[in-house]
């Protein structure tokens, strides 16, 4: 019997203009990133500017704009970097 190992496993991506930008099988870490980045997480307007910035975008490659989170290849969120 053949199992579906994206039931066992899921695949995580958070896309940005049609290519996987961080990619995790974890179930948590992703959607939890995916809120930092549209400034769900982090309601402070500086401390979410200093996080786009220093880290999405110079440490990890995001840009300004519309990015997905995206569940064993269905989009199950978008959202927006944005300056605040």
């Given at each position: 019997m053949?199992?579906?190992t994206n039931k066992q496993n899921p695949t995580h991506e958070i896309r940005q203009n049609g290519k996987a930008v961080l990619r995790s099988d974890c179930e948590y870490s992703l959607p939890m990133i995916f809120n930092?980045?549209?400034g769900r997480?982090?309601?402070d307007a500086r401390q979410?500017?200093?996080y786009?910035?220093?880290i999405a975008i110079r440490?990890?490659?995001f840009t300004y704009g519309e990015i997905e989170?995206?569940?064993n290849g269905e989009v199950v969120a978008k959202g927006?970097?944005?300056k605040k």
């Open positions: 053949k199992t579906d930092n980045l549209t997480n982090i309601p979410y500017n200093d786009i910035e220093c440490d990890i490659g989170l995206v569940k927006l970097i944005t």
